[in-house]
């Protein structure tokens, strides 16, 4: 068995996961339903993680195996990658801020796709629709969510506009 970094970050996880359920069970159930259901997916997770990094094995029949340790998650992120990833995230917050929730997410969605993964147009608006339709009938139908107009809406209210 090996206790190391791994191990402890499992473990931290597995008790902060199983910490939030148990709170949220206490909840009325629209308002558990996300941190009891995201809850349970980090703890299984952190438990099989936590599981494979105590059970690991470096000597199989007395050879040293390779350590698969250094993956790409170990090396250091190219920089560009990294401004281009914090530009994605803050242009998905500024989209927020301007239009609102209900319009910036399928907005994001065809954004990122057909500018940043080069999809097609089918597939950009397929995708598009289908994630409009699951974050609709999640939040606004099925848990009642309220959610705030963007800048743009608030403005063109007051323009007389909308």
């Given at each position: 068995?090996?206790?190391?970094?791994?191990?402890?970050?499992?473990?931290?996880?597995?008790?902060?996961?199983?910490?939030?359920?148990?709170g949220a069970l206490k909840w009325p159930l629209r308002v558990a339903l996300f941190p009891v259901v995201v809850?349970?997916l980090v703890f299984l997770m952190a438990t099989g993680k936590l599981l494979l990094s105590?059970?690991?094995?470096?000597?199989?029949?007395?050879?040293?195996?390779?350590?698969?340790?250094?993956?790409?998650?170990?090396?250091?992120?190219?920089?560009?990658?990294?401004?281009?990833?914090?530009?994605?995230?803050?242009?998905?917050?500024?989209?927020?801020?301007?239009?609102?929730?209900?319009?910036?997410?399928?907005?994001?969605?065809?954004?990122?796709?057909?500018?940043?993964?080069?999809?097609?147009?089918?597939?950009?608006?397929?995708?598009?629709?289908?994630?409009?339709?699951?974050?609709?009938?999640?939040?606004?139908?099925?848990?009642?969510?309220?959610?705030?107009?963007?800048?743009?809406?608030?403005?063109?209210?007051?323009?007389?506009?909308?």
């Amino acid at each position: 068995m090996r206790y190391g970094g791994k191990t402890l970050m499992s473990l931290g996880l597995l008790v902060i996961a199983a910490w939030v359920v148990i709170g949220a069970l206490k909840w009325p159930l629209r308002v558990a339903l996300f941190p009891v259901v995201v809850g349970t997916l980090v703890f299984l997770m952190a438990t099989g993680k936590l599981l494979l990094s105590l059970f690991e094995r470096k000597e199989v029949n007395g050879k040293k195996v390779k350590d698969n340790s250094s993956s790409w998650m170990d090396q250091p992120l190219p920089t560009r990658k990294m401004l281009l990833a914090s530009a994605w995230t803050m242009g998905f917050f500024l989209l927020i801020l301007l239009f609102g929730f209900p319009i910036s997410v399928p907005l994001f969605t065809f954004l990122y796709l057909k500018l940043h993964g080069k999809e097609g147009w089918g597939m950009s608006i397929g995708l598009s629709v289908s994630a409009l339709a699951c974050f609709y009938g999640l939040f606004v139908w099925l848990l009642s969510t309220p959610f705030p107009e963007g800048w743009v809406q608030k403005g063109l209210r007051v323009l007389g506009i909308g």
